[in-house]
């Protein structure tokens, strides 16, 4: 069981900025892609970002230019950096784990989410 631990979640104003934290297993954190997810009510799970183990890094569309997405070796942890929030980036985030890829369909484990509310 690989245990992931999203934290940071709150409810912020739109233009206030965010940082989310994920805590990983070391194996996990060492081999596998790690990415952030959405998922607002009644929607899909969206792709946020996903870094692997050498910094490459992809972001959605929705997102680019306002998340920033990093890895923290010392502390087995990424960062999901949100700046310029907007109330469409409210939803649950989802810390995730990937063997193979980098897409949704390609993680493996997953958090339990924290939530985020933006506020207009």
């Known amino acids: 069981q690989v245990q992931l631990v999203e934290s940071g979640g709150r409810l912020v104003q739109a233009g206030d900025s965010l940082r989310l934290s994920c805590a990983a297993s070391k194996a996990t954190f060492d081999l596998y892609i790690m990415g952030w997810f959405r998922q607002a009510p009644g929607k899909e799970r969206e792709f946020v970002a996903t870094t692997n183990w050498s910094g490459t890094t992809y972001y959605g569309n929705s997102v680019k230019g306002r998340f920033t997405i990093s890895r923290h070796n010392a502390e087995n942890t990424i960062f999901l950096q949100m700046n310029r929030l907007k109330p469409e980036d409210t939803a649950v985030y989802y810390c995730?784990?990937?063997?193979?890829?980098?897409?949704?369909?390609?993680?493996?484990?997953w958090g339990e989410g924290t939530l985020v509310t933006v506020s207009s």
């Open positions: 995730a784990a990937s063997r193979s890829g980098f897409d949704v369909r390609d993680m493996d484990y």
